[in-house]
Nanobody
Framework: QVQLVESGGGLVQAGGSLRLSCAAS????????MAWFRQAPGKEREFVAV????????YYADSVKGRFTISRDNAKSTVHLQMNSLKPEDTAVYHCAAGSSTDSRTPASYNYWGQGTQVTVSS
């Protein structure tokens, strides 16, 4: 199994940027497809982005396409989410997750989760 720890969240003004990191330990990170999800208060956890094991393929939710970029460094066992042009509606707790398929967009498809990092975007 793999353990995941997110960092990099914080408070930022609309239009600003943040870079989230997810550090993995345990089983080799390259064994997993990695994804970011987010959950705002009172809402269900929603898919943000996913990246293949090699990093060569990535997919994004329509709401973040063109603003967010997911990347990974398997040698350093880390996954990143670069978030630009942030909007107040991006405010949520962001979680990284490990799974087996880049086709997976639902939380139930992912086996391992981090505790999350809070991102707050002020208007």
């Amino acid at each position: 199994q793999v353990q995941l720890v997110e960092s990099g969240g914080g408070l930022v003004q609309a239009g600003g940027s943040l870079r989230l990191s997810c550090a993995a330990s345990g089983r080799t990170l390259s064994s997993y497809v990695m994804a970011w999800f987010r959950q705002a208060p009172g809402k269900e956890r929603e898919f943000v982005a996913v990246i293949s094991r090699s990093g060569g393929i990535s997919y994004y939710a329509d709401s973040v396409k063109g603003r967010f970029t997911i990347s990974r460094d398997n040698a350093k066992s880390t996954v990143h989410l670069q978030m630009n042009s942030l909007k107040p509606e991006d405010t949520a707790v962001y979680h990284c997750a490990a799974g087996s398929s880049t086709d997976s967009r639902t939380p139930a498809s992912y086996n391992y989760w981090g505790q999350g990092t809070q991102v707050t975007v002020s208007s």
